[in-house]
């Protein structure tokens, strides 16, 4: 069975602080997504990685997927109340073509004005 | 922005009712996902559907029954609403193959007093 081990489950912060949220797996995905969550609402993507290595920016979000595509990080640099939210990160299957994500467990992050 | 849509939003009843929570896309995806969702915690994938007349149990066992008779429609039943059923039921679609972005609904939160 494929697991996603996301870390840290949960980060309180205050304004203008960097920060590292981990996903990690002893199965190789053929990518890996991540998704922010905002309450009473889905998930929607914030980006994919499909190459081991591969680093992917968005605007003060930085995404890598590890060498060996069993793992992924994701920096935010000088956190915004506006980052408040659920991440999730979540792996494809490479094996089959269901289209099924393993979900990790989610880091619920708090920014502080 | 994505066009799936959920209904109801919220809904609280009392146990041993029947219920039916409504998934719809207008996007012509062929692939369909229930999951199901603690507040804050991972997404547990319930039902899947390939394709019209398709449907699969997922990773968790649930006591809810789906069926897809037209590709845009994906509901989910419970014949028996439990105290147990309380959480969020959130429907994903996406087109064609794994790895791609899964398009999510706003979700149903289900309260079963």
């Known amino acids: 069975t494929q697991l996603l081990e996301q870390s840290p489950q949960f980060l309180s912060i205050q304004e203008g602080e960097n920060l590292t949220v981990y996903c990690n797996s002893s199965?190789?995905?053929?990518?890996l997504q991540w998704y922010r969550q905002e309450p009473g609402e889905g998930p929607v993507l914030l980006v994919t990685?499909?190459?081991?290595?591969e680093v992917k920016k968005l605007k003060r979000l930085t995404f890598q997927f590890g060498d060996a595509r069993k793992d992924s990080s994701l920096h935010i640099t000088a956190a915004q109340p506006g980052d408040t939210g659920l991440y999730l990160c979540?792996?494809?299957?490479?094996?089959?073509?269901?289209?099924?994500?393993?979900f990790g467990q989610g880091t619920t992050l708090q920014v502080k004005p | 922005e994505a066009d799936i849509y959920q209904t109801p939003r919220y809904l609280v009843i009392g146990t041993g009712k029947k219920i039916t929570l409504e998934c719809s896309q207008t996007?012509?995806?062929?692939?369909m996902y229930w999951y199901q969702q603690d507040p804050g915690m991972e997404l547990h994938l319930i039902h899947y559907s390939y394709g019209v007349n398709s449907t699969e149990k997922g990773d968790l066992s649930s006591e809810s029954t789906v069926s897809r008779i037209r590709t845009e429609h994906f509901p989910l039943t419970l014949e028996s609403a439990r105290p147990s059923h309380t959480s969020q039921y959130l429907c994903?679609?996406?087109?064609?193959?794994?790895?791609?972005?899964?398009?999510f609904g706003p979700g149903t939160r289900l309260t079963v007093l």
């Open positions: 996007m012509g995806h062929d692939k």
């Open positions: 979540a792996g494809a299957d490479s094996a089959s073509n269901t289209g099924k994500l393993i």
């Open positions: 994903a679609s996406i087109r064609g193959g794994g790895g791609g972005e899964q398009f």
């Open positions: 990685v499909v190459t081991g290595g």
């Open positions: 199965s190789v995905f053929s990518s």
